[in-house]
């Protein structure tokens, strides 16, 4: 049940590709790249204190409130991912000689991906 506009898609294709020609151009003389793929992690984005909503709705937009209202009032506090752990397995990435290109941070991250 995610919504995507076109800009975003646009824009997360565009760093995947950006990233993928950076490490086929950098990879040999020692810089490492690697495009990071996150599931959902329990921080406080989804919370009313971080996120703000429109108070007058626009019709055309109902797929993307539906979304929205589901991203907050379901899947909020009750995400898959440690925060903490995501942050220690960045740290290593950086750490590491030969990083992965891509990584896949969350079962749920994996299997949206796996369905395409």
């Given at each position: 049940?995610k ?104 079962r ?9």
């Amino acid at each position: 049940m995610k919504y995507f506009n076109l800009m975003e898609l646009l824009f997360l294709k565009s760093m995947r590709n950006l990233t993928e020609a950076l490490f086929a151009e950098t990879n040999a003389i020692g810089i490492k790249s690697t495009v990071i793929y996150p599931g959902a992690f329990r921080t406080n984005f989804l919370n009313d204190t971080s996120l703000k909503t429109p108070s007058h709705l626009i019709e055309d937009y109902e797929a993307a409130r539906i979304s929205q209202k589901y991203y907050q009032n379901e899947l909020n506090g009750n995400q898959q991912g440690d925060p903490e752990k995501f942050a220690e397995v960045i740290i290593e990435i950086a750490k590491s000689n030969n990083p992965p290109l891509h990584l896949f941070m969350g079962r749920d991250a994996y299997n949206a991906s796996y369905k395409k």
